[in-house]
């Protein structure tokens, strides 16, 4: 079986490997199952430290002694994107999707081609974007294929003085350039894409399950929505039907979380 999921760390002060990244493990345990020789892993993390981007990528991964918690805490960033993916078996190849950089932004999208009904459909819409990508991000294009210009045709719908011009995107306008990419794509039934300037995350997700988590020894007992935690995690996966303990359900559709209090979702 070969699954992806994409995953987010919103932190208002980033931390070091400890409790946290204990927790980030026995949680994608819980999803995915424990590591062993027989399971090949891959994954890519990425973050934004004082304006950098910050990318590790591990294709292939078989020792189940290296973790994904001790990449994913490495760069101190107040949001830090990983897409992981696993195989069981020699069928088939390890579905694999690379964080986009893209001066201070980073994002992945899960999908490997664009959305649409057949080929000679994706084909056109693949030429509109490519044909509505500002020179700045057209050139930009380093890993080829549909995922990083799905990130692109994101960032493509930030004004690049009012949004991608500034040290921190507003959150609002996050959410108004995913919904105008979203009606681009026609609303596809199926997509999963996180981006973001290092401070703020914004997801457009349909389909498959959208997990919201608090580390246990930060989430007091109350909902998420009446709490101010320090950090959340946001795991978005494919074709994973398991749950883990303290997780919700996040619904569909477009959403943002910013690492400054009240750490919180908001919709639009």
């Known amino acids: 079986m070969n699954s992806l999921a994409l995953a987010a760390l919103i932190q208002l002060q980033p931390q070091a490997a400890g409790a946290l990244s204990a ?28 304006g950098e981007t910050l990318v590790q990528s591990r294709p292939l991964v078989r020792d189940p002694r290296v973790r994904l918690a001790d990449d994913l805490l490495r760069a101190p960033s107040h949001c830090t994107l990983a897409t992981h993916s696993q ?26 081609d664009l959305p649409a009904s057949d080929p000679a ?3 056109h819409l693949r030429r509109e974007i490519e044909a509505n990508l500002p020179g700045y991000l057209a050139r930009s294009r ?12 994101a960032l493509a719908h930030l004004d ?8 921190y995107v507003d959150p609002s306008e996050l959410r108004r350039a995913l919904r105008q990419l979203d009606q681009q794509l026609g609303s ?21 399950h959208g997990l919201v988590m608090q580390p246990p020894i930060l989430r007091p007992a109350r909902a998420l929505a009446d709490t101010k935690p320090q950090s959340v995690a ?11 303990e303290g997780a919700e359900e996040v619904g569909e559709g477009i959403l943002t979380i910013s690492a400054r209090p009240p750490l919180e979702i908001e919709r639009g």
Do not use: C, Y
């Open 23 to 50: 927790w980030i493990e026995e949680t994608f345990e819980a999803l995915l199952g424990p590591p062993d020789e027989r399971l090949s892993r891959g994954w890519s993390v990425g973050g934004v430290h004082g």
């Open 87 to 112: 195989q069981r078996g020699e069928d088939g190849g390890l579905a694999r999707a690379t964080i986009t950089r893209f001066q201070r932004w980073i994002g992945v999208a899960a999908e490997p």
């Open 121 to 123: 459909t994706r084909d």
């Open 142 to 153: 380093t890993l080829g294929g549909d995922r990083e210009l799905l990130v692109l045709a």
């Open 160 to 167: 690049p003085a009012s949004a991608l011009g500034k040290a």
């Open 188 to 208: 596809p039934s199926t997509i999963h894409l996180m981006i973001s300037d290092g401070r703020s995350l914004g997801v457009l997700h349909r389909g498959g």
């Open 234 to 244: 946001l795991l978005l996966a494919l074709n994973v039907d398991a749950a883990a």
